[in-house]
């Protein structure tokens, strides 16, 4: 599913326009990816929670060379299922 199926679903499920849809949608993505530069747990229920987790540098390998390399320590956001939807994919 592409984003502008989600738009089309949307508008359709509210009887508005795909634009609306649109900056409607844009305006998720946003917030999450603002609440998640801040540190902030983003949580929707129903859906799953989005936060922020941090890696520490490590040391690694070049596969192409084998040589040892630095990892730098970085930061990734995950996201983590409600109940209903690890349900609903394991069918039950």
Not at 38 to 62: C, H, L, M, W, Y
């Amino acid at each position: 599913m592409k984003s502008t199926d989600l738009i089309d679903r949307i508008a359709a499920a509210t009887g508005g326009t795909k634009a609306d849809a649109k900056t409607a949608l844009d305006t998720v993505w946003a917030s999450i990816i603002e609440a998640a530069t801040k540190g902030d747990e983003v949580s929707i229920p129903g859906f799953g929670k989005f936060q922020v987790r941090s890696t520490a540098a490590r040391q690694g390998r070049n596969p192409k060379t084998g040589e040892t390399i630095e990892i730098a320590a970085s930061k990734k956001l995950s996201y983590s299922p409600a109940k209903n939807v690890k349900d609903a994919l394991a069918g039950k």
